[in-house]
């Protein structure tokens, strides 16, 4: 099945500084999706952003798509110690009836 | 509150010894799934549920049952638990396709 590939790995900031996060996948999608997940618990939905779109924002939030590279990018501007979490790309293929696949995911570590 | 409810949220069993993980969401969703989480594989979904009575296999189905006889809940069945099914899981359901996923605060389930 495809998946979403999110890069870098791990990333390490200070409070205040701008964080991206890249997602690469590899067949056509529906949608792409961003997921926040603290150590352990669940994940939480960010934002969705379709096929059709380029980008979207939401709060400190600004994901982009490039439907041609097949990858999208999560930044996070104005970093808080909260942010630390990791963060999942979801693709939504376009072929058949198959839900969301995650990358491996992000380790964003801010420091206050 | 609207949200998914995965019980028990720990659970120690031995092998072979059947279990069930419950799942169930009061947003009347119509997709639920089951994903398990392991450090450097990230979240690979087990099996799936479009609607009630429909379910499909996942990335890694083998040794887990899944039923979808009422909308709400989608239980999940480990007949025979081995230890390489120590993981931890989680449930999450979506309004319809080309939605977000809400997610249950998961279960770690150690077999010993």
């Known amino acids: 099945s495809q998946q979403g590939e999110e890069d870098p790995q791990a990333l390490s900031i200070q409070e205040g500084e701008n964080a991206t996060m890249n997602c690469s996948y590899k067949?056509?999608?529906?949608?792409l999706q961003w997921y926040r997940q603290n150590s352990g618990r669940g994940l939480v939905h960010l934002i969705l952003?379709?096929?059709?779109?380029r980008e979207k924002h939401s709060g400190r939030l600004r994901v982009t798509l490039d439907t041609s590279k097949k990858s999208s990018s999560l930044l996070i501007t104005a970093s808080r110690a909260a942010d630390t979490a990791s963060y999942f790309c979801?693709?939504?293929?376009?072929?058949?009836?198959?839900?969301?696949?995650f990358g491996k995911g992000t380790r964003l570590s801010v420091i206050a | 509150e609207a949200q998914v409810t995965q019980n028990p949220r720990y659970l120690i069993t031995v092998t072979g010894k059947k279990l069930t993980v419950t799942c169930s969401q009061n947003?009347?969703?119509?997709?639920m799934s089951w994903y398990r989480q392991d450090p450097g594989l990230g979240l690979r979904q087990i099996y799936y549920?479009?609607?009630?009575?429909?379910?499909d296999k996942g990335d890694v189905p083998e040794g887990y049952k899944v039923s979808r006889k009422e909308k709400r809940n989608f239980p999940l069945i480990l007949e025979s638990p081995s230890p390489n099914q120590t993981s931890l899981y989680f449930c999450?359901?979506?309004?319809?396709?080309?939605?977000?996923?809400?997610f249950g605060s998961g279960t770690r389930l150690t077999v010993v």
């Open positions: 979801a693709t939504d293929a376009m072929s058949g009836n198959t839900p969301l696949v």
């Open positions: 549920s479009m609607n009630v009575e429909v379910t």
């Open positions: 952003i379709r096929s059709n779109e």
């Open positions: 947003m009347n969703h119509e997709y």
């Open positions: 999450a359901s979506s309004l319809r396709e080309n939605y977000g996923y809400t």
């Open positions: 067949t056509s999608i529906n949608n």
